[in-house]
């Protein structure tokens, strides 16, 4: 099953703000409000920034913020930081099964 | 503090198998989905399979049925991924992660499978 679909590549300089799109159908982000974004950085294991299409674990800035609006989701990262620069994924439960996005790198100008 | 510790990755033959193993530690192992998600070589990631507590509910991708088997030991806070018939497409990084209600919020950092004649 093919995963949503997101943007290859998304820059803004520090203290801007930056919205990675993640584009699914009815059948994965539009069916259920089960929307995860991960982030990760090169050679490291991959952190959960948002759950539950908006809710933020323990310890995640409140500068990653998401949401949801049809089949898309989205994640916005206000207030860019170098830190911030990693590639990103969204994740959605499909019914039984679940599928990552394509993945979009941050860059930080 | 949770540790997931991957093991049992190399390098196989096409047509090979592998036991991966992920030992975990820091919580109750029991009490969690599990799952195993991969990342190709400078791919994205994809998730594979995974299995609830007591081992009554397994899913997969539709790419590794039949030739991926997900398990887990709760004896020793232990999960794993038989995976037989490789293919080259096979070749990842193959990491563990706690599955907690839909979202993944533990992750190991994984184990390199390498499927080349």
């Known amino acids: 099953q093919a995963g949503p679909t997101q943007p290859r590549s998304v820059s803004g300089s520090p203290g801007q703000s930056v919205t990675i799109s993640c584009t699914g159908t009815?059948?994965?982000?539009?069916?259920?409000?089960?929307v995860s974004w991960y982030q990760q950085h090169p050679g490291k294991a991959p952190k959960v920034m948002i759950y539950d299409v908006s809710k933020r674990p323990s310890g995640v800035p409140d500068r990653f913020s998401g949401s949801k609006s049809g089949n898309t989701a989205s994640l916005t990262i206000s207030g860019l930081q170098a830190e911030d620069e990693a590639d990103y994924y969204c994740?959605?439960?499909?019914?039984?099964?679940?599928?990552f996005g394509s993945g979009t790198k941050v860059t930080v100008l | 503090e949770v540790q997931l510790v991957e093991s049992g990755g190399g390098l196989v033959q096409p047509g090979g198998s592998l036991r991966l193993s992920c030992a975990a530690s820091?919580?109750?192992?029991?009490?969690?989905?599990m799952g195993w998600v991969r990342q190709a070589p400078g791919k994205g990631l994809e998730w594979v399979a995974n299995i609830n507590q007591d081992e009554s509910a397994k899913h997969y991708v539709d790419s590794v049925k039949g030739r991926f088997t997900i398990s887990r030991d709760n004896a020793k806070n232990s999960l794993y991924l038989q995976i037989n018939n490789l293919r080259d497409e096979d070749t990842a990084v193959y990491s563990c992660?706690?599955?907690?209600?839909?979202?993944?919020?533990?992750w190991g950092q994984g184990t390199l499978v390498t499927v080349s004649s």
């Open positions: 820091g919580f109750t192992f029991g009490n969690f989905w």
């Open positions: 009815s059948s994965d982000v539009g069916g259920y409000n089960y």
């Open positions: 992660a706690t599955d907690s209600y839909h979202h993944l919020e533990h």
């Open positions: 994740y959605s439960y499909a019914g039984s099964c679940y599928v």
